[in-house]
Each structure stands twice: as C-alpha cells, then as structure tokens.
C-alpha cells in the first residue's frame, strides 16, 4: 500500500518544516506503508516567483511599486529580481536578512502572492493543477491524502485542490483522505466535506487514524476507526474522537523529506510537541483544547530521546515546542528534565501564572529563550470575564523576572473581548507601556467567535448574541468593529515595546522563528567586543549595496563599494568575528559601516 501526502498547497515563506505532516510521515512509514510527500512551499514559490513569474507579470504591473520597477527597469530585470528574492527566501544564509527593509520587502512579496496569485493559480493557463496532479502521480500511489489549512479565507485555492482531487479520483480512482488543522471543528469538516467530497476526513490527532485507516482500506475492509469521518446517508458521518493514549509510543516526526537547508532561516529550527492539549483549557475565547481531547504528555524520557534523535539525525539544537501552553508545572518537569542534556534552545508558548524568578532562571540555563505568553488583557475583569485564571499584577512580575533571566518575551493580547469596554482596552494599552522595558514583541487580535469555545457554545453567559459564522454582537462593551477601530488606532499611535533591542519581525507568525533565532544569536548594536559576528545586512549587487531588494528604502544610502571594501563587506557573513577578519586599526573603520550588524554567537553552517 502506497500512501501520497499532499502538505498545505501556499506560496509563503518557511521557516521550519511542517510537524503534523512529519508525525504522519514517520506513524505511516513505521507501519511499514511506502509513503511519499508532496511539499508545498517552496514548491509553490518556485512556480509563482521564478517558473510561472512571466505569466504573473501582468498582476504584478498592477501593484504600485512593482508597477513602476517594471515600467522603469524592465520586464527582464524584474523577473530576475523575482528570481533573487526566490534565492533570499530559500536560502540558509544569513545575509539580506538582518535589516528591516529587506525583510519589509520579502514580506510585501508574499502577501501580494497570497492575495493575487494564489488565486490565480487555479485557472488556466497557470500549471499549479497539472503540476500538483503530477507530483502526486509521480509516487503511483494508492490512496492520496490532503493536509488542508484555512480554506475558507482562500476560496480560490480550495478550488484549485478540489479540481486536484476530481482529476486524482476520475483518472486514479483511488481513496482521498483529508486532513489538517482546518478539519478541527464539526462545521469544518460539514464544510469540508461539501467542497472537497472526500472518502474520508481524518481529524484530531491524526496518526493512529491514519495508520489503521490505510491498513483496513489494504485488507478491503473498512469499519469503526476513531477520529475519522466519512459520508454515508445524506452527509458526513462524524467519527468518535479519541486522544492517542501514549504519546510516548509514536515514532519520531520525520522530516527526511524537506530540504532543512531551504527554509528562510540560517539555523534550523525543528518543532516538537511534548504534551498535546491544554492543561488550562478554561479560556472563555479558545477552541485549541477542543483540538485534543483532555491533555497528556509525552514523559520526560521520550522527550530526552526525541531531542537526541533531532540533533543526531537533523543537526539541529533550535526547537520551537508547539505545546498549546507551557504551565509553570510542566515548565518545572522540563527544566528538571532538560537539564539532563546540554546546548540545545526552546522556544515555547507559556501559561503566565505561577512562574517564579527561580523557575524562570532554570529555564533559561537549560536553553529556553523565547516565551510567548498569553497575557490577553491588562485589565482584571477582562481576564476574569475570559476565565483566564491569570492576575495582572502576578504577569507583570513574571514578565519581569523572565526578562531579568535573559528570556525575550512576547505577548498574545486580545481586544474586544464581549463586555470589553474602550477604557478596559486602555488598560492592556497601559500594561504594555508599563512593561515595555520587559516586552519584545506583542501579538494583537480582535475577538472572534471560534466554534466550540466556550463562547460560542454558550453566547448568553457572555451577552453576545450570534449572527452567523463567526459574527455577532454584544449587550454591553466594544461590538467587533469597533474593537477592530480601536485597536487600529493603538496600532498607528507608535506603540512601541521592543526594549532597546534591534529585533525586526515584519509579518506575522511565520517571523516567529526568526524571532527565536535572534533571541538565540543574540543580535546587538553593543560595539564594545571585538569578538562579535559581525553580518552584511544590505542587498548586495555587484558593487552596490542597498538596504531593500526593491530600492524603495530611503533611511539608508546606496553604497558604491570599492574593492577593498566589497570584499570586507563579503567576508561580514556571521561565520567570523570581527577580530578575525581584520586588524584593530580597521575594525573601528569598519564598525561604523551602516550596513553591518553584529551577533554575539557564530552561525555555523550544519554538517550533514
Ligand atoms: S488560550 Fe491558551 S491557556 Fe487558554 S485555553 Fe486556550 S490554549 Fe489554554
């Protein structure tokens, strides 16, 4: 029996590979299934940026500034700039990707390719079908599954895997399984099922589904499986859910099949889980718990090997965990656990009550650098109202003692919360600036009603009254819209909270890696060492140097190098210190270049 893996089809920047598809990769392999992956990002890339850009160019005269380098360098040099941006994304190296215009620039790009050609991508004559349909065929497999996302915001994507998957069944005639984070809640898979007419949908945690499913649709015999739905009668028979009962027993994630080199990153990053669920699990907003029933975790031990097998087998020593939330229970287990094992980094979601200055010291001298809390609201009746069982008083000193310990911290506030008012929001305006000395980064969002978040499953207890999908309105407090307009305003009134550091994170999550590798590597303005690794951080073409791949950056000059100094300029690429590329004299010289940036820890390229 051989299974084809289809990964979520998106052209989007990478900065680690997919962990659910590597879970499946190594369940199914283990379970002795031939099984092949089809990746999508950056396959996707290459198609929109370098195989398929000429196609795409009249969509890109029709954006403002690409508009205008076309009309003014050409056709030719723009399609070769696509081409550079192409190499930037997918490459290891560290250059081009330390200043916050180069990155603003790889940032526009991919959001114009998430809102312009995807959607293209399923008509003709763009080959993204027969292209998808090929690489799937290329495996012969016997049954074909689909990692599927967020398919309502990208309509015309859906369309483009649905047709994918006629032309897989009418030629093929072989089983199609769906799958993936888009298949959480009932309404999904109802809607899923609808659009994408499986034979079946696979949901919750997915590898014994998977496995058992394959070996029953190998015997011919399909019966009860849980966590997989199929049709029968006039719909979608939902299937029993059930957790996996011992983490412990799964195979590693495999990630054989990516190209760990090809991400946006000059480390690698790896994910890992080491408990599925929240401990939590109260929050009035979220439906991540109802992803997994009830939480358990994978026991100190198998965590111990897990990470053993990544550095032995990935070379990796960079890991973000994508446990729901870190309580400072379980981050007590860890610290105890981890401290078994040197050099390597975490990065983790965390659950900001009962972390103490001596807890969050541990964490910090066993590898964890970054901590994403999920801080919400600076107002207590807010956090109540959300059960959120925190105190702001209580995260504010955890925020303190985490950063006083070396750790970056970023926060997850929520706006709009029903019964939120615009003097409660002010609040969490006023908790920030309170504590920007100790706050890196801050993730805002506006309410939203999630299937089967307490919320939505209950709206009275919290005055909201429905409206359909995911709309709704409130007795008392900020309605949506004007939550949206509020927090806008906040947005644009330069908000700052980075304390004194230099760390650029345009976009959204997929940055949140990036965020981590600096918290690692530590990238500082801090001159007083010479044994810093110094970085160019300009986007150099021939003997120019410029701070934005499109030209548009106007704080910084475009720098005409001289011989000497392009090849200074070329040796700055965060492998050396700055006292072993030169001697003291030119050092001083060299330091007052705009376009260098300095790490306090050398990126050493993996051996393989
Ligand atoms: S918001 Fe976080 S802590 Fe709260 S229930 Fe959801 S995952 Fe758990």
């Known amino acids: 029996m051989k ?70 360098r050409g056709e030719t040099y723009f399609l070769g700039l696509l081409k550079e941006m192409y190499g930037a994304i997918t490459s290891n190296q560290i250059t081009d990707k330390t200043n916050p215009e180069a990155l603003e620039d790889i940032w526009r790009l991919t959001t114009f390719l998430r809102d312009r050609t995807w959607p293209a991508f399923g008509r003709e004559p763009f080959s993204f079908r027969t292209r998808l349909y090929e690489a799937i065929t290329a495996s012969k497999p016997d049954v074909v599954g689909f990692s599927l996302w967020n398919f309502y915001d990208h309509p015309q ?18 089983p199609i399984i769906i799958g993936g984070p888009g298949m959480a809640t009932a309404g999904s898979r109802q809607d899923a099922f609808r659009i994408f007419k499986p034979d079946y949908i696979v949901h919750h945690e997915g590898e014994l589904a998977i496995a058992g499913l394959l070996s029953m649709l190998e015997a011919g015999d399909v019966k009860d499986i849980a966590n997989v739905s199929y049709p029968g009668g006039a719909g979608l028979v939902e299937g029993r859910t059930e957790a996996v009962a011992d983490l412990d027993a799964l195979p590693p994630p495999d990630f054989s099949d990516y190209d760990l080199d090809s991400f946006f990153l000059p480390v690698r990053v790896l994910p890992l889980m080491t408990a599925r669920g929240c401990e939590w699990a109260r929050c009035a907003f979220c439906n991540h718990h109802a992803t997994y029933p009830g939480y358990h975790e994978v026991s100190p031990d198998r965590v111990l090997e897990l990470l053993e097998h990544y550095r032995d087998r990935y070379k990796t020593d960079m890991i973000m965990l994508h446990d729901e939330t870190l309580t400072a229970r379980r981050a007590t287990q860890l610290v105890d656990t981890l401290s078994r094992l040197d050099g390597f980094y975490y990065y983790s979601y965390a659950y900001p009550r009962g972390y103490t200055k001596g807890l969050l010291g541990g964490m910090y001298s066993v590898g964890f650098r970054t901590l994403v809390w999920g801080v919400e609201s600076g107002n207590q009746a807010v956090l109540e109202s959300m059960r959120k069982g925190t105190n702001v008083t209580e995260i504010e000193s955890i925020l303190k003692a985490s950063r006083e310990a070396g750790i970056i911290n970023v926060l997850f506030l929520l706006f709009g919360f029903p019964g939120e008012t615009s003097e409660a929001a002010m609040d969490t305006v006023k908790f920030l600036e309170r504590n920007k000395g100790y706050v890196e980064r801050h993730s805002n969002s506006v309410f939203f009603l999630q299937e089967g978040s ?33 927090l806008k305003r906040i947005e644009t009134s330069g908000l700052r909270t980075a304390s004194g550091t230099m760390y650029h994170m ?48 106007v704080c910084r000059p475009v720098l005409h190098l001289s011989g000497k100094d392009s090849a200074f300029i070329g040796s700055c690429g965060g492998i050396r210190s700055a006292r072993d590329i030169d001697d003291d004299e030119r050092i001083d010289r060299f330091l007052r270049y705009p376009y260098i940036v300095f790490y306090r820890k050398p990126f050493l390229k993996p051996s393989h």
């Open 454 to 486: 307490p919320v939505a499953l209950d709206p009275s207890v919290w005055g909201v009254e429905p409206k359909g999908g995911t709309g709704y309105k409130v007795e008392k407090g900020m309605q949506n819209k004007e939550a949206k307009e509020f």
């Open 157 to 174: 994507m859906a369309k483009a895997i649905s047709d994918v998957m006629s032309r897989v069944r009418s030629q093929l005639d072989i």
């Open 3 to 72: 299974f084809c893996l289809v990964e979520r089809q998106e052209s989007r920047i990478r900065c680690a590979p997919d962990l659910g598809a590597a879970y499946l990769l190594g369940v199914c392999r283990e379970a002795g299934f031939g099984t092949s992956l089809v990746c999508g990002s950056p396959r996707t890339l290459y198609d929109s940026l370098v195989r398929d850009a000429a196609a795409f160019l009249d969509t890109f005269k029709e954006d403002r500034l690409f508009g205008r380098i076309i009309k003014d």
């Open 506 to 553: 345009p976009g959204d999550t997929e940055f949140r890696a990036y965020l981590f590798m600096q918290s690692v590597y530590g990238e500082t303005s801090d001159f007083c060492s010479q044994d810093l690794i110094p970085v160019r951080n300009g986007v150099l073409r021939g003997d120019t140097l410029s701070p934005s791949f499109f030209g548009s950056g």
